[in-house]
Each structure stands twice: as C-alpha cells, then as structure tokens.
C-alpha cells in the first residue's frame, strides 16, 4: 500500500499563501489520480482539488478556482497545492489522497490511501 506524508500547513494572515507538499512511498505514485480533501471542525471532508495520473488534467471546488493551483512531478513521486489569496473559511485539516484510478476521482470512496493531514490556519 502506498503511504502518503502530507506536508506544508501552518498558520498565515487572510490573503497570505501556503504550499502544501505531499509524497508517497512508491513509484506507482505516478499510476495514479491525485486529489487534497480538507475538513474543517463540524464539517464534512471536502474535495478541494484534484489532478489526473500525468498532471494533464485538473478539477477543483468552487471555492478553490482561481486561488489555488494542484500539480505534481511523478518523477519525486510528489503532489503539490500552491494556496494563495487565504481567506478564513479556508482553515481546516488538509489531506492528501491517492485516486483508485488514472483518470480523476472526485468522492472520498474512489481514493485508496490517505496523509495524515497538515492544518492549515488563516487568522488575523
């Protein structure tokens, strides 16, 4: 089973940006879709965004487009999403997830293995 460590979160003011890092622990990393979920305290996990096996295709929730970029170099077996513009509705638990498939996933069911998620805090 492929492990995934998550990585980057911290605490920034509204506006500021973060990076988070995710890599696994096995090559057939690049067989595979890719997604981040977040999940905030009293709510459900959420799909924030998510890329396809070679990076060629991408999918992201309303509240992410135009502020946050998901990538992934297959080569260092890494996933990536630059957050910039952070706003307070962006704190949560952030998780990377491996995709059952090649092609994009989009529901918590279709992923096999998880980070152990790295909190991302926007306060003033």
């Known amino acids: 089973q492929v492990q995934l460590i998550d990585s980057g979160g911290g605490t920034v003011q509204p506006g500021g940006s973060l990076r988070l890092s995710c890599v696994a622990s096995?090559?057939?990393?690049?067989?595979?879709?890719m997604g981040w979920f977040r999940q905030a305290p009293g709510k459900e996990r959420e799909l924030v965004a998510a890329?396809?096996?070679?990076?060629?295709?991408?999918q992201y929730a309303d509240s992410a487009k135009g502020r946050f970029t998901i990538s992934r170099d297959n080569a260092q077996n890494t996933m990536y999403l630059q957050m910039n513009n952070l706003q307070f509705d962006d704190t949560a638990v952030y998780y990377c997830?491996?995709?059952?498939?090649?092609?994009?996933?989009?529901?918590?069911?279709?992923?096999?293995?998880w980070g152990q998620g790295t909190q991302v805090t926007v306060s003033s």
């Open positions: 997830a491996l995709g059952r498939w090649a092609q994009i996933a989009t529901s918590p069911d279709f992923f096999l293995s």
């Open positions: 096995a090559s057939t990393f690049s067989e595979h879709s």
């Open positions: 890329i396809n096996w070679n990076g060629s295709g991408t």
